[in-house]
T-cell receptor, first 111, second 115 residues
Framework: LAKTTQPISMDSYEGQEVNITCSHN???????ITWYQQFPSQGPRFIIQGYKTKVTNEVASLFIPADRKSSTLSLPRVSLSDTAVYYC????????????FGQGTELSVKP | EPEVTQTPSHQVTQMGQEVILRCVPISNHLYFYWYRQILGQKVEFLVSFYNNEISEKSEIFDDQFSVERPDGSNFTLKIRSTKLEDSAMYFC?????????????FGPGTRLTVL
């Protein structure tokens, strides 16, 4: 399973776009990139998953360059309720699907 | 919207006692997991379960831990003789696919406090 590196914390203001970049230099061919969100005292919640290029859903976009050694989670127009810890995970989910969490990025959205 | 449920929300126990944490995964899901999170630390994988047997387990999941799916709906984690360092939030998760890929749905967690 590839090791991931992401910023420990980020600050933003309501209404701004937030981009959180994760590096995963040792990503393997079969690895997918997945992002989860966690609020205090709650279980992680799936945000988005991708393999290459760009993926978009109703809450976020995921940008993955051609070499796949990094990825960027983009949150459009954040609100106070987006204050949470965001985890980037990389793994070959054909092998049972266990999730290996890093320390995550603590995003603080201010008014 | 279907969700994973866990009981109890908070369990307090004495060191050396046995505890059973209960989870009800989403009904049509096939892969089940237990994770734990010590206060202020990252989420750690404990075990995955598929087709009525353990699929994978971490180093944390030693002989003191066991999992069981006693019926068609419940999925339990048993800690045989609790230690102080077992104090943590324990999260159950489930996923639909047979490969374990894709979105995992997490429950709200059980906070275990060992005194």
């Amino acid at each position: 399973l590839a090791k991931t590196t992401q910023p420990i914390s980020m600050d933003s203001y309501e209404g701004q776009e937030v981009n959180i970049t994760c590096s995963h230099n040792n990503i393997a061919t079969n690895d997918y990139i997945t992002w989860y969100q966690q609020f205090p005292s709650q279980g992680p919640r799936f945000i988005i998953q991708g393999y290459k290029t760009k993926v978009t859903n109703e809450v976020a976009s995921l940008f993955i360059p051609a070499d796949r050694k990094s990825s960027t989670l983009s949150l459009p127009r954040v609100s106070l309720s987006d204050t949470a810890v965001y985890y980037c995970l990389v793994g070959d989910y054909n092998q049972g699907g266990k999730l290996i969490f890093g320390q995550g990025t603590e995003l603080s959205v201010k008014p | 919207e279907p969700e994973v449920t866990q009981t109890p929300s908070h369990q307090v126990t004495q060191m050396g006692q046995e505890v059973i944490l209960r989870c009800v995964p989403i009904s049509n899901h096939l892969y089940f997991y237990w994770y734990r999170q010590i206060l202020g630390q990252k989420v750690e994988f404990l075990v995955s379960f598929y087709n009525n047997e353990i699929s994978e387990k971490s180093e944390i999941f030693d002989d003191q831990f066991s999992v069981e799916r006693p019926d068609g709906s419940n999925f339990t984690l048993k800690i045989r003789s609790t230690k102080l360092e077992d104090s943590a939030m324990y999260f159950c998760a489930s996923t639909l696919g047979t490969s374990g890929r894709g979105e995992q749905f997490f429950g709200p967690g059980t906070r275990l406090t060992v005194l």
